[in-house]
């Protein structure tokens, strides 16, 4: 079965702080890799995914499979990155709908 | 296009009521989710459709809870009956395909006194 783990319920940095929210899974194949956001008062929303190898927002994010992790990961934070950010997994097979980790609150103090 | 819409917004019941929660998808979109947001378990998929067919309803927690997808516009979450261990922000979104990006409703707030 799969799983994904975000350790971390709260998050507190200070603004222009680096940022890490941590994410690790279990699956035995190839999977797919996303974090999701969500603003207050907005709907959830794709951040970015692993297979794009982009920077959204200045976040970036590695697959390691040797770790099985995906970290999420920004050098200075914003105060406008405060939100609920969820890692979020699919399958290469069978089960296709995201498994999503219970989510990781960033808090960014002035 | 207003994206996918969920309603009611939120929802106050009284133990053993029926609760229904309804969902539009965006238009053209083949597939449609059902999550349930909790503090303690974040995000649960309970169902999902394609093409209007369930293809997973692993995620149901009890015989209680129903979905369905009478066509491509429409679907319904249905739990009956409620109970307070039930409350939770519902979600519903949608895809294109089971593999594109997921795109969310602002969620039904249920809570069961």
């Known amino acids: 079965a799969q799983r994904v783990t975000q350790p971390e319920k709260l998050l507190s940095v200070f603004k222009g702080a680096p940022v890490e929210l941590k994410c690790n899974y279990s699956y035995s194949g190839s999977p797919e890799l996303f974090w999701y956001v969500q603003y207050s008062r907005q709907r959830l929303q794709l951040l970015l995914r692993?297979?794009s190898r982009e920077s959204i927002k200045g976040f970036t994010a590695d697959l390691n499979k040797g770790e099985t992790s995906f970290h999420l990961k920004k050098p200075f934070a914003q105060e406008e990155d405060s939100a609920m950010y969820y890692c979020?997994?699919?399958?290469?097979?069978?089960?296709?709908?995201?498994?999503f980790g219970s989510g990781t609150r960033l808090q960014v103090q002035p | 296009d207003a994206g996918v819409i969920q309603s009611p917004r939120h929802e106050v019941t009284e133990m053993g009521q029926e609760v229904t929660l309804r969902c539009k998808p965006i238009s053209g979109h083949n597939s449609l989710f059902w999550y349930r947001q909790t503090m303690m378990r974040g995000l649960e998929l309970l169902i999902y459709?394609?093409?209007?067919?369930?293809?997973?309803d692993s995620g149901m927690p009890e015989d209680r809870f129903s979905a369905k997808m009478p066509n491509a516009s429409f679907s319904t979450l249905k739990i009956q009956p409620s109970e307070p261990r039930d409350s939770a922000v519902y979600f519903c979104?949608?895809?294109?395909?089971?593999?594109?990006?997921?795109?969310f409703g602002n969620g039904t707030r249920l809570t069961v006194t």
């Open positions: 459709f394609n093409n209007n067919v369930p293809i997973d």
């Open positions: 979020a997994l699919r399958s290469d097979t069978g089960r296709r709908a995201l498994t």
């Open positions: 979104a949608s895809s294109s395909h089971p593999d594109s990006p997921l795109h």
């Open positions: 692993h297979i």
